[in-house]
C-alpha cells in the first residue's frame, strides 16, 4: 500500500504542490497525468525519496520515506524524464556498475543482465551506450532501473520522444513488470497509454490533485456514455426546423446524442424525414478531454 496524506512542497514561495493525497495498492500501474508545470515530476522526486516534501506524509508499504528515504532505495528503480547515461560505457559495464552499487555478486549481475537484454530485446554487439539510437539507449535506462530487481519502480515519461514501437513495447513491457508484481508510478505525455495500461489515474493542476480513481471513475466523473449516430438520407433537407444538428463524416450524416433520450430523440428525427441509421457507436470522455476540459 502506497500512501500520501495532504503533501506540500513550497520552493520559495512557489507552491508546486499543494495538500496532494492518495493511495493505491501494490502491483499496480498509477499513472500522473496534468499539463506542464502542474507538479508531476515534483511528485515523482517526492514518492522517489529524492526531495523531501516541505510538509506532509507519505508511507510505502512500512517505510516512511519522508523520515527513512535511504529504506526505499534497495526496493526502488528509478528511471527519470531524460536519459542520463555513461556513454563511453558499454551497457554491460554499466549494468555492472550499478549492480555493483547495489551490492549483487558478478554471477548475479551477469544472470540479471543477460535477462533484461532479452526482455528489453536490447542486443548490445559489443557498441558503446552513446552509438546508441534514442529508443535503445531508454532501454538501457530502463534496465539500469531494474538491474536489483526491485518491487517498487518510478518512471517519468518511460517513453517520452521514442517512436511508436518503441513506444509501445516499452509499454507492454510495463504491462508484465505488473504481472511480476511490481508496483509502477508513472508519468506520461501519452495519454492513450496511460489509459490503456493505468490501474489508478491522478490528474494535476497547478500542484492541486483535481481527480484521482479509475478510468471508469474519472469517466462517471467527467462524463458519461455518449452516442454517435451515422445515417443515410436521401434528402437532407427533411431535416431542417429541426433542433438537432448534423455534420458529414465517412461518407455518412453524423448526429451526436449525450444520453438514451437524446438517441432515442435522433433515431426518430431520423426516421420520420426517410433516413436510415447505418451504426451506432459508444464512447466514454478520453483522458485527454479529460485535461482539456479541466485546462478551461
Do not use: W
Not at 554491460?92 to 533484461?116: D, K
Not at 534496465?143 to 526491485?150: G, N, Q, T
Not at 505525455?189 to 481527480?211: F, P, S, T, W
Request: charged share 25%; hydrophobic share 40%.
Amino acid at each position: 500500500m502506497i500512501t500520501a496524506r495532504n503533501l506540500v512542497k513550497d520552493f520559495d514561495g512557489f507552491m508546486a504542490l499543494d495538500g496532494v493525497s492518495f493511495s493505491f495498492e501494490d502491483g499496480e500501474i498509477f499513472g500522473i497525468i496534468g499539463h506542464n508545470g502542474a507538479g508531476k515530476t515534483t511528485l515523482l522526486k517526492i514518492i522517489s525519496g529524492l526531495i523531501a516534501p516541505t510538509s506532509g506524509e507519505l508511507f510505502i508499504n512500512d517505510i516512511d520515506v519522508i523520515k527513512d528515504p535511504m529504506a526505499l532505495k534497495e526496493n526502488l528503480g528509478y528511471l527519470p524524464e531524460e536519459s542520463r547515461l555513461y556513454e563511453t560505457m558499454t551497457p554491460e559495464n554499466y549494468l555492472a556498475f550499478f549492480g555493483e552499487i547495489y551490492g549483487l555478486s558478478p554471477q548475479e549481475i551477469r544472470v540479471r543482465s543477460t535477462q533484461l537484454f532479452a526482455a528489453l530485446s536490447l542486443e548490445p554487439n559489443g557498441k558503446k551506450i552513446g552509438e546508441f539510437s534514442k529508443g535503445m539507449k531508454r532501454k538501457t535506462a530502463i534496465a539500469r532501473s531494474l538491474i536489483h530487481d526491485p518491487k517498487f519502480l518510478v518512471y517519468d515519461e518511460a517513453t517520452s520522444g521514442l517512436d511508436p514501437m518503441t513506444s509501445r513495447f516499452i509499454a507492454d513491457y510495463l504491462r508484465r513488470l505488473r504481472s511480476d508484481g511490481k508496483t509502477i508510478v508513472l508519468s506520461a505525455h501519452n495519454l492513450y497509454q496511460v489509459e490503456a495500461i493505468c490501474d489508478k489515474v491522478m490528474i494535476l493542476k497547478r500542484g492541486k490533485m483535481v481527480a484521482f480513481g479509475t478510468m471508469k471513475e474519472l469517466r462517471d466523473q467527467f462524463g458519461s456514455l455518449t452516442y454517435t449516430i451515422f445515417f443515410s438520407i436521401a434528402d437532407p433537407e427533411k431535416l431542417l426546423g429541426h433542433s438537432r444538428t448534423y455534420r458529414q463524416e465517412e461518407g455518412f450524416f453524423v448526429c451526436e446524442a449525450e444520453d438514451m433520450k437524446e438517441l432515442n430523440e435522433c433515431t426518430g428525427i431520423i426516421t420520420e424525414a426517410g433516413g436510415k441509421v447505418e451504426k451506432i457507436e459508444s464512447r466514454y470522455p478520453s483522458l485527454e478531454e479529460m485535461l482539456v476540459k479541466i485546462g478551461k
